[in-house]
């Protein structure tokens, strides 16, 4: 009897079936839909999907896979989305890329880009803008292909994939979302071990929306028993389907084998492991097929016919024939291009793990050197990873070195500059082992150390980045080459300032004193500029000087654009004159324009939005802060400086009471995921937002918005509007210990004084708790600094008059705040502008104004509306039902909402009768009187008797002019 080793029929997978065919239905629909398919090697996910490909194929689908390769993390970047597009070109030919062949060109080389394989390595890229680029370009090509019709994309054994692929993939979950798109992605649950950087990637894309699991479990016996059924033709005994469902315990691969390597009906003489089982029918095959086998598994799973050819150096027909053998065995299968891969990855590594070490070391440097003698024999812009890969594979540590160097700048490439920090570091660790590292790479051991910080600064691999700067300036000899060490010096006091360790003036003072005394030259003038656009932040007055003295060399060597970014830095520090400020800044604008320098451009626009922002222009802000995306994404760096500008057209929107669009930029800004504190500033608007619409979702943001104030150090401007959202989320949930204790740190916060934008909006908060539990001190902390902190702007100056009215007491409380309220509409922004008109209401019903009163609640209950800002409307209702009118959701604004009775029995409470006397007084019975209490509680929004009596004082319910009418 003939037994196949591989199952016709997909056994009880009806579950993850309709799992599946749920998940394209919803992207059909134009839900963008990721599905994780998990399970351990050999159950069958490969085979799941292809009977769900041909289910959506059949339903008018385009499906697309591709598939990560066995290199590891610093392997073939992008390897996946590569075969996919791949496969696209095929179809559709080049013009489906719309023009952006070159763009394309990183991924596939065959649009014309000339490969990076063995050529002289190129400089290292100065940022991963051109990455994001690539990012959206792949993302919009994925779109217009679900457009066409519904689009599958399968990414296989994810657990192999190397980060930029991962990458890649959060993008498009994440940020990119293509609608009619389905994501799905397979990965090996038992390939999951503590520290793979699978995990935590696979936990990231479970909070984001749309994303489902569907985890692949063994079969059950019945399961176990219709596979072995399909595979012998025949109904096996029902004590062979016990004994190997009792050895497979239900994976389906095993399951095959197992049928294959014992008796057709009984399955008797079972090997005891898997792979005994594996190799057990690798050795029944002819000894020239379990050569080329040896040969090919040092290949990978996947590999080409010429390359085996080249490899193993035997007559085309004695391969053939062996090849031949392995087919027939289904150990190897023929894929539709005429190359070969094994049937399961789990043959390919029992075979691969039997050779022996000089064996498994010749085979690999036999790949790797007819590669580099023929790259076509890959699959284009493969060969620098796949060579770099057999080099180190075969122990061969000179050409490993140079081989990780050139595979390294390939990845810098193709935009994967984790991979290329990766690779880079294989370099530094395989420098030791060769004498002659340096001559073979011509550099010393700093310069290669000197790549990989830069390569991993790039990849947003801060940590490591720090680490590499402690290491080289360990290196470098700072009186001979002073520069090289003041470099590493304000590259670590950067890192220090973004990753909150410190501010990093210690490293850039010293920065500064060995670039002071280099020797003069391009290189100085432009770390010199770095230096002084690093240091504004923390000492801005030393900044100027330094700028002042880079200008002067600059002038000497025709390097004024270098200089640039440091004008912009010095424009934007605190205490300048903005208006003069947006003038410069046009100018900076003109000239990086005329010069061609597309960062330091979109620099200007985000100073520009910024700028506008604190100038109360709103409307011009958020025009420029969307002017200038469309900028960064143009040249190509929409994804790093252009990111501020989301934040900052946020920040606007916000203002300007568009919410629901400010929302929406700080999902986006979320998205770009920007490492260290670089992504804070939408963070802490998307929870003030959050916090001020009450969303089910303000507290796990507040908290996470909340964490950097733990860091040893945060810039300034970053860490007081912290401390503002501090109080409001303790204010929100009525914590009032909590609230004053935020207040107290947030006043005594040295930086305040010096910052007036960021400063009032916290004196505002903090007075507002000061008010709400009566704390004097607090109060007279908050008055001393705003006597002091500057009112230049309107935002500025109409926070310094509702300072004013928290602070006022008795008769000063009504004009206080008749001021703040006038203030906030000069500004515009609607929400403080709600807030206070509440306020203002207390203060004329407490002097008797209820027409002012009716008409502050109701247009305060108006902004809230619109803004959906749910606790400012709900803080109206209880205002206005508390001051005895209707709500603005109904009647007409000033009519009483107590009764005459009830306003009878509030009198008689106020003077403290109890319900008996109150009975007694009015001739009704008890029982109605604690009725009429009951709903006049109800109605005041209070809690007891004490309070109603209290409120109806300070509101004047209880005067002849409260008198119902």
Request: with cysteine.
């Amino acid at each position: 009897m003939t037994v196949r080793a591989a199952s016709s029929v997909l056994v009880g997978r009806h579950r993850e079936i309709a799992a599946l065919q749920g998940a394209l239905s919803r992207a059909r629909a134009g839900e963008p839909t990721t599905v994780l398919v998990g399970g351990e090697a050999g159950v069958g996910k490969t085979r799941l999907l292809e009977e769900f490909a041909g289910w959506a194929t059949d339903g008018a689908a385009r499906v697309l896979v591709g598939q990560c390769l066995e290199l590891g993390e610093a392997g073939l970047p992008f390897a996946p989305f590569a075969a996919a597009l791949r496969a696209v070109l095929r179809a559709d030919g080049p013009e489906v890329f719309a023009g952006y062949e070159a763009e394309f060109a990183p991924l596939l080389p065959e649009l014309g880009r000339a490969s990076a394989t063995l050529a002289a390595p190129r400089p290292v890229a100065l940022s991963d803008a051109p990455r994001g680029y690539l990012f959206d370009l792949v993302a919009e090509l994925f779109q217009r292909l679900a457009d066409a019709r519904p689009l599958v994309l399968t990414i296989e054994d994810l657990h192999w994939a190397d980060r930029s692929t991962r990458d890649l993939i959060g993008f498009l979950v994440r940020a990119a979302r293509p609608g009619r798109l389905l994501l799905v992605c397979t990965y090996r649950t038992d390939e999951l071990q503590r520290g793979h950087p699978l995990r935590p990637f696979l936990a990231e894309l479970d909070r984001a929306r749309g994303v489902e699991r569907v985890d692949l479990g063994r079969l059950d016996r019945d399961g176990t028993g219709a596979i072995l059924a399909d595979l012998l033709g025949a109904e096996p005994p029902a004590r062979a389907v016990d004994d190997v469902h009792d050895r497979t315990q239900g994976n389906p691969f095993f399951i095959e084998e197992l049928a294959v390597a014992g008796d057709p009906i009984g399955c008797a003489a079972l090997p005891e492991t898997l792979r005994d089982l594996l190799l057990a029918r690798v050795d029944r095959l002819p000894e020239p097929t379990q050569r080329v086998l040896r040969i090919a598994a040092a290949g990978g799973t996947r590999f080409a016919h010429d390359l085996l050819a080249e490899v193993a150096g035997l007559p085309e027909a004695e391969l053939e024939d062996a090849l031949r053998a392995a087919v027939a065995a289904q150990l190897v299968v023929a894929d539709r291009d005429g190359d070969y891969e094994f049937r399961h990855a789990l043959v390919r590594e029992a075979v691969h793990d039997e050779l022996l070490p000089g064996e498994h070391a010749r085979l690999h440097a036999r790949f790797a050197a007819a590669i580099e003698a023929q790259p076509h024999l890959v699959a284009a812009g493969r060969a620098p990873a796949e060579i770099a890969h057999h080099w180190y594979a075969a122990h061969d540590h000179p050409r490993a070195l140079v081989a990780a160097r050139t595979a390294a700048c390939a990845a810098a490439d193709r935009y994967a500059y984790a991979e290329q920090r990766r690779l880079l570091e294989r370099a530094l660790e395989l420098w030791e082992l060769v004498p002659d590292a340096a001559d073979l790479l011509d550099m010393d051991h700093l310069a290669l150390l000197e790549q990989t910080l830069n390569a991993a600064v790039i990849a947003g691999d801060f940590s490591r980045a720090i680490t590499l700067t402690r290491a080289g300036l360990a290196e470098v000899d700072a009186d001979a080459a002073p520069l090289r060490a003041a470099r590493l010096l304000d590259q670590r006091g950067r890192l220090m300032a973004l990753l909150g360790k410190s501010d990093g003036s210690r490293e850039l003072h010293e920065a500064y004193r060995l670039a002071a005394g280099g020797p003069p030259g391009v290189e100085r003038v432009r770390l010199l500029a770095d230096i002084a656009t690093h240091l504004v932040k923390v000492d801005p007055q030393q900044a100027a000087r330094v700028a002042a003295e880079a200008a002067a060399d600059a002038e000497a060597f025709g390097e004024n654009v270098a200089l640039l970014p440091t004008r912009i830095a010095l424009l934007s520090h605190g205490g300048r004159d903005l208006a003069g400020g947006l003038a410069e800044l046009g100018q900076v604008a003109a000239a990086a324009r005329a010069a061609g320098d597309a960062s330091t451009l979109v620099l200007a626009m985000v100073f520009e939005s910024d700028m506008l922002c604190e100038l109360g222009r709103y409307a011009e802000s958020a025009q420029a802060a969307e002017a200038g995306v469309v900028e960064a994404r143009r040249v190509g760096i929409s994804r790093s400086t252009g990111a501020y500008l989301l934040s900052n057209r946020a920040e606007a929107l916000i203002a300007l009471g568009r919410w629901d669009e400010a929302e929406a930029v700080c999902a986006e800004a979320a998205r770009i995921d920007l490492s260290g504190v670089t992504g804070l500033h939408w963070l802490q608007l998307g929870a003030g937002l959050r916090l001020a619409r009450a969303h089910p979702g303000a507290d796990e943001m507040v908290d996470r918005a909340l964490t950097f104030l733990g860091r040893p150090y945060l810039w300034a401007n970053h860490r007081l509007p912290l401390h503002e959202l501090a109080i409001e989320a303790a204010l929100a949930k009525d914590d009032k210990v909590e609230a004053v204790r935020a207040a107290r740190v947030a006043v005594a916060d040295e930086s305040l004084p010096q910052l007036p934008r960021e400063g009032w909006p916290v004196l505002s908060a903090a007075a507002r708790t000061a008010a709400r539990v009566s704390d004097r001190e607090l109060a007279a902390a908050v008055s001393a600094l705003a006597t002091d902190l500057p009112a230049r702007h309107p935002a500025a100056r109409a926070h310094a008059a509702q300072v004013t009215a928290l602070l006022a007491v008795g008769d000063q409380a009504l004009p206080a705040w008749r001021a703040a309220v006038d203030a906030w509409r000069a500004d515009g922004q609607p929400y403080p502008l709600g807030r206070a008109l509440l306020a203002l209401a207390e203060a004329t019903a407490a002097a008797g104004e209820r027409d002012e009163t009716a008409a502050a609640v109701t247009e305060a209950t108006e902004i809230g509306r619109r803004l959906k800002a749910v606790p400012l409307v709900e803080a109206a209702a209880t205002l206005a039902r508390r001051v005895g009118l209707r709500s603005a959701a109904g009647g007409g604004a000033g009519a009483d909402l107590l009764t005459a009775r009830e306003r009878e029995v509030l009198r008689l409470v106020a003077e403290g009768h109890s319900n008996s006397r109150i009975a007694e007084r009015l001739f009704i019975s008890p029982k109605t009187a604690s009725v009429h209490v009951s709903r006049i509680i109800a109605k005041l929004g209070v809690t007891n008797r004490v309070e109603a009596a209290a409120l109806a004082h300070r509101l004047g319910l209880l005067t002849e002019a409260a008198a119902p009418r």
